[in-house]
């Protein structure tokens, strides 16, 4: 197989690119020449613009994945405050006004009793989107055949 002879370049690199490119090549044993020509004909290469997007595709997939996940965290707030309310209001019946005032005086310790209680969960776990499998229906239809 004939080898071309290789051509000279002189370029310019900004001092931080160049630290780089030597660090790197000093991690690869490999001359820095040797590792510009790769970068330049990758660079250059027509499947590069493929390389690129796939990598972009793979993020935004997981991306994706995360926004989804999110949206049903959130999904599972919202609908367990709203079944939390519900049931609340369908319990609670109205206190009459002297039992109402002492209740009143007892709700600030009793808040922050709550908080200690959430601060607690959210920091030890398990968080509720761990106790909630993540495809529900799927859950849901497997009760069923049971």
Not at 42 to 69: G, H, N, T, V, W
């Amino acid at each position: 197989m004939a080898r071309s002879k290789k051509l000279p370049l002189s370029t310019y690199l900004d001092p931080p690119i160049m630290e780089a490119l030597a660090a790197h090549a000093a991690r690869r044993g490999q001359p820095m020449s040797l590792i510009a020509e790769a970068a330049i004909a990758s660079f250059l290469s027509p499947d590069a613009d493929e390389r690129r997007e796939a990598a972009i595709a793979k993020r935004l997939d997981q991306q994706d994945r995360r926004l989804m996940r999110l949206e049903r965290d959130v999904g599972i707030a919202v609908e367990t405050l709203a079944l939390f309310i519900r049931f609340w209001i369908n319990t609670t019946p109205p206190l009459p006004e002297p039992v109402a005032k002492a209740a009143r005086a007892q709700a600030g310790a009793r808040y922050d009793n709550f908080m200690v209680a959430l601060g607690r969960r959210l920091s030890e776990g398990p968080r509720l989107r761990q106790e909630i499998p993540e495809d529900i229906s799927e859950s849901q239809s497997e009760k069923d055949k049971s």
